[in-house]
């Protein structure tokens, strides 16, 4: 698994979205990026997490954050999730997990007893030069915003 720290330079994305357009990780640069990773969608913490982006969205702009999340749904469920919850932001569709892997998101978790291998929810905060300023890795799902913006 690839382990990134803060001072890195971001692995590049080239991807696509919940509409199977291409996205880059590259269209960012020049603005700073949440971009955050999350096991599936529809799921009660990742829905948490993606709503409360969503209703702190404008603050989020404000402080000049772009927003991504990404998990390996396809771009049909991503589309799903979005139109659901009235999300305004795009979702990375990472279906080959070649985002994940390199992210290092990808990997061994536990629960209930079991191992098995899934996303670790991770958070990147990336600055406008495409280096990665935070890494949150123990994320608040009803709370999120609060780690990326303190008050």
């Known amino acids: 698994m690839n382990k990134l720290s803060i001072g890195d330079k971001a692995p590049s994305i080239n991807s696509i979205d919940q509409n199977g357009e291409k996205i880059s990780l590259d269209n960012f640069l020049g603005k700073k990026v949440v971009l955050y990773f999350y096991p599936k969608d529809m799921t009660p913490g990742c829905t948490?997490?993606?709503?409360?982006?969503?209703?702190?969205?404008?603050?989020?702009?404000?402080?000049g954050y772009v927003i991504l999340g990404c998990s390996a749904d396809s771009p049909q469920k991503h589309k799903k999730f979005i139109e659901k919850y009235d999300l305004p932001f795009n979702l990375i569709s990472d279906e080959n997990k070649v985002v994940l892997n390199d992210y290092g998101v990808w990997g061994l978790k536990k629960f209930m007893g079991k191992e098995y291998e899934g996303i670790i929810r991770t958070t990147f905060i990336i600055n406008?030069?495409?280096?990665?300023?935070?890494?949150?890795?123990?994320?608040?799902?009803?709370?999120?915003?609060?780690?990326?913006?303190?008050?």
Request: hydrophobic fraction near 30%.
């Open 48 to 63: 948490a997490q993606s709503c409360n982006l969503r209703d702190n969205y404008e603050n989020l702009l404000n402080s």
């Open 128 to 151: 406008e030069q495409g280096i990665i300023d935070d890494i949150i890795t123990k994320v608040k799902t009803k709370d999120h915003t609060s780690q990326i913006i303190p008050s």
